[in-house]
Nanobody
């Protein structure tokens, strides 16, 4: 079955960095657009970063542009989110998503908590 498993979250101080990983199995990785989303307390889930399947082109939400970097390793079937200069406003549950480029069908990871606090 299809699985997306996030790791690398936790507690970090303001100004610090974390790298999230999402290991994918059960699908053809190169046929999926991968993205990261987050949901903060009291807010709707938002798209923060995406990487296209074919070209590796990346897109970022304004709230994270210049601080976060999305990347992928096709051989390892893993997508990463490097998060720098973290602030308390980045506190949220972060979700990895894969979307089939033909059908649009989405698969979601279970989510991982990131807490930015001193």
């Amino acid at each position: 079955q299809v699985q997306l498993v996030e790791s690398g979250g936790g507690l970090v101080q303001p100004g610090g960095s974390l790298r999230l990983s999402c290991v994918v199995s059960g699908l053809t990785f190169t046929k999926y657009t991968m993205s990261w989303h987050r949901q903060a307390p009291g807010k709707e889930r938002e798209l923060i970063a995406a990487i296209t399947t074919s070209s590796g082109t990346v897109n970022y939400a304004d709230s994270v542009k210049g601080r976060f970097i999305i990347s992928r390793d096709i051989a390892k079937m893993t997508v990463y989110l490097q998060m720098n200069s973290l602030t308390p406003e980045d506190t949220a549950v972060y979700y990895c998503k894969g979307r089939n480029d033909d059908s649009g069908y989405p698969y979601w990871g279970q989510g991982i908590q990131v807490t930015v606090s001193s």
